[in-house]
């Protein structure tokens, strides 16, 4: 069921309609992310909500570990009742409406339009994901170079989003930087909805659909869980339930990482899998521990590097101070730059038959992220000897951050799609894009540690980051020759 050939740089017309959508679905999450810490810690007369620097990160920590959490429900709507085309359509529409919310200026309407964006998202990042995949056959060699180019257009989408957004906010006001994300989804929308007719068929409908009984039954738990979502947004907003974000953080964390291992566990038991296909899960299994720990770490881009860049880096140049959020779109500049150079470089190693498994190019990217902490870990020891250091350090850093990216996360995207079970794509991406939201969590709780009254512990917060990723790298490493044969990557990819 592979798509014509002709249309987007060699790849399927298919590709474009899912680069544009997920472009502007990441301009708006990324433009308003990029706010959101400012605008929570932000004190009234600024307009803000004036939360302390301790909420406002348990928040920012809660809020995109739901919005990643939510690709589970997300991906088996799409499996069982929508199908991925409509999936994506009314995550889009929930996103736009919750950036709507965003833009109105009362007290309500934040937590409201949080809400909103993050089941948005849920609907719509793991299916538009899997149905990037679902443009190729298994014997397409294009799949990876095709995941290559969509993450281009993750990136360029919040590139986008850093400077409408951050333009909006510091030069008309925090909720005309919320309208500008509102519009950008719905830019990707309008194009979404002409260019539909470009995915393949068979996306237009749930590929492993629920009986009649089971759809009522699927849209009684939606009703009852608009209804419970509801009902808690209103007695937080009317202070009959009191939230502690920063006590709900350390728990969810736990139980998001055990639903993972549930969910996965379900679909390898009781998926009735062929025994071929539970050989897959277990290589995907090393991806999404690869994964997870890969973005505990790099994470710490919101969090604990940009507080380093605030208060150690020395940002004057001549008389100029290069803002600290600056240093934050650096990630996405050099993805751009760099994901030609990544997707030839698996042409090449192709033609010259280096396949290396999904999980080696993982490890590879987890222990070149490390190195970008041992890079930290002497950065720091400059900070801790009372000293601001160059900006060529964090530069450095995040380079190395975006090459581990490079090797892990479109590889990872383009493994879920390619091994998961054809019956569970959608919840496999799901179950994939949870490790987001293990990683988000954990990098919020390991950002903790970053205690500007105890400088001295710096440097060993990044050390003991930098080697645990080696470590994990090391035993994936290890685990090469077996992961080869779980993948059967060799049996199609010569011929
Ligand atoms: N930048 C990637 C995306 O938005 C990965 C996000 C993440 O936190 N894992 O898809």
């Not at 994506?88 to 529409?93: K, L, Q, R, S």
């Not at 009703?223 to 509801?230: I, K, L, M, Q, Y």
């Not at 997870?292 to 880096?313: I, M, P, V």
């Not at 710096?458 to 990723?469: D, E, K």
Request: glycine share 10%; charged share 10%; hydrophobic share 50%.
């Amino acid at each position: 069921s592979s798509a014509p050939n002709s249309g987007f740089f060699g790849h399927p017309k298919g590709l474009s309609t899912l680069f544009f959508t997920e472009m502007w679905e990441r301009m708006s999450y990324y433009g308003m992310r990029a706010l959101l810490v400012l605008f929570m810690t932000a004190s009234l007369q600024q307009e803000g909500l004036g939360f302390t620097v301790a909420s406002a990160a348990a928040i920012y920590g809660l809020y995109t570990g739901a919005v990643y959490f939510l690709g589970l429900p997300g991906g088996w709507l799409a499996d069982r009742l929508f199908g991925g085309q409509k999936a994506v359509w009314y995550g889009g529409i929930v996103i736009m409406c919750g950036h709507i919310i965003l833009a109105i200026p009362h007290e309500h309407s934040f937590f409201i339009g949080l809400v909103f964006v993050a089941i948005g998202t849920g609907l719509l990042k793991p299916n538009i994901s899997a149905m990037v995949g679902q443009l190729y056959s298994s014997e397409d060699e294009r799949r990876d170079s095709g995941y290559a180019i969509y993450y281009m257009g993750i990136n360029l989408g919040s590139i986008i989003g850093y400077y409408v957004c951050g333009y909006f906010m510091e030069n008309v006001g925090w909720h005309w930087a919320f309208g500008a994300a509102a519009v950008g989804m719905g830019i990707g929308l309008i194009q979404y909805h002409f260019t539909l007719k470009n995915l393949p068929e068979h996306s237009a409908k749930p590929a492993n659909p629920l009986t009649p009984q089971g759809t009522t039954r699927a849209w009684a738990c939606i009703a009852a869980f608009v209804v419970t979502v509801a009902g808690i947004v209103v007695a937080a907003a009317t202070g009959a339930l009191i939230i502690n974000p920063v006590v709900i953080a350390g728990y969810v964390a736990i139980v998001f990482t055990a639903i993972f291992f549930a969910y996965f566990g379900i679909i390898y038991f009781k998926g009735q899998l062929s025994d071929d296909e539970k050989r897959r899960m277990w290589a995907l299994f090393l991806v999404c521990v690869a994964s997870a720990c890969f973005w505990s770490g790099f994470e710490q881009a919101g969090s604990s590097l940009n507080l380093f860049t605030r208060d150690y880096t020395d940002r004057l140049v001549g008389s100029f101070e290069i803002p600290t959020a600056w240093f934050q779109s650096l990630n996405a500049i050099f993805i751009i730059v760099l994901s030609p150079f990544f997707a030839a470089l698996w042409i090449n190693l192709a033609k010259r038959m280096i396949t290396p498994s999904y999980s080696v190019k993982c490890a590879i990217g987890l222990i070149i992220m490390a190195s970008g902490f041992l890079v930290m870990f002497m950065a720091a020891q400059y900070a801790a000897e009372g000293l601001k250091v160059a900006p060529y350090w964090l530069v450095t850093t995040y380079f190395l951050h975006t090459v581990g990216e490079l090797c892990l996360s479109p590889v990872a995207l383009s493994a879920v799609s390619r091994l998961s079970p054809p019956r569970f794509s959608g919840q496999m991406m799901g179950v994939f894009v949870l490790t987001y939201s293990i990683g988000n969590i954990i990098a919020g709780l390991l950002a903790g540690g970053f205690d500007p009254n105890n400088v001295d512990e710096i440097p060993y917060l990044y050390l003991q980051i930098a080697l645990f990723s080696i470590g994990v790298g090391i035993v994936l490493v290890l685990l090469s020759s077996k992961a080869k044969i779980w993948e059967k990557r060799g049996l199609t990819s010569t011929s």
